[in-house]
């Protein structure tokens, strides 16, 4: 599964190219977007949706301060709801994948990425301790909710904090998934990638090759697994089972 949290004006405004990218490569994505810190474009929603990507929420404003109080996270997790209605998803992801599962069923949402199998690096960094994706249910009166961990290092933590400057990392995890039949659940973000082939001043950027190779290397390597679905599309396939 392949995800976009867009955390700032910079990455919203990359989406086209990163959308024109993927369906170069015959893949489909989710977008997450901040309803609340920057300008997000209701054109750009609609045809995020209509070239059949996927549409889900990213926290409210992400300042950080989601979690702080229970009273705090209801009144927040009120508005959030609007905007699961305003924009017709149900999928959410946690901003610095803060969490608290036992709060979360306040969120009217299907599916949620707010957790990890193991990252040291995050703000909050208890691992979940699985490469499976697990129902969440803290209401009885409520169907509750899919949990989706990602399982692959966010591409802020390869090249931008570690200065990595291959994707072997990328690899050799994803082999390892793959060969535990895990869910591998790869979130990037379009603010950190640099569609200029190297014309970019900006320090924090990494060459979108990185990212493409990587797609290419799961397809190529994995075809006869290879699903790139999206987050309603295992909520569903989950169902089933």
Known sequence: MIMHDV???IGHDKCYQLMD????????????????????SPQLLK????RGFGLGVHG?????????????FRAKAARINRY????GTKAFSSPSMHHRLEWMHLLDMETCTSTFDTDPIEPQ??????????????DPEKEGFIEMPYTLPQDFTLFIILREKTINIWKKKADWVISKNG????????????????????????PVGFYKDFIDY????????????????MASHLKTK
């Open 218 to 233: 799961i397809k190529n390597t994995y075809k006869e697994k290879f699903w790139a679905a999206l987050p309603k599309d």
């Open 47 to 50: 045809d995020v949706k209509s």
């Open 84 to 87: 699961f209605d305003l924009w």
């Open 183 to 206: 869910m591998l659940l790869f979130n990037s973000h379009p603010d950190y990638m640099d569609f200029t082939d190297g014309k970019s001043k900006r320090p924090q950027e990494y």
């Open 125 to 138: 960094p208890d691992a979940i301790g699985t490469i499976f994706p697990f129902m969440v249910k803290n």
């Open 7 to 9: 955390d700032t004006q």
């Open 21 to 40: 990218l993927e369906e170069e490569l015959g893949v489909r994505s989710i977008f997450y977007f901040v309803p609340e810190r920057y300008s997000v």
């Open 60 to 72: 409210l404003t992400h300042d950080g301060k989601l979690f702080l109080s229970y009273d705090i």
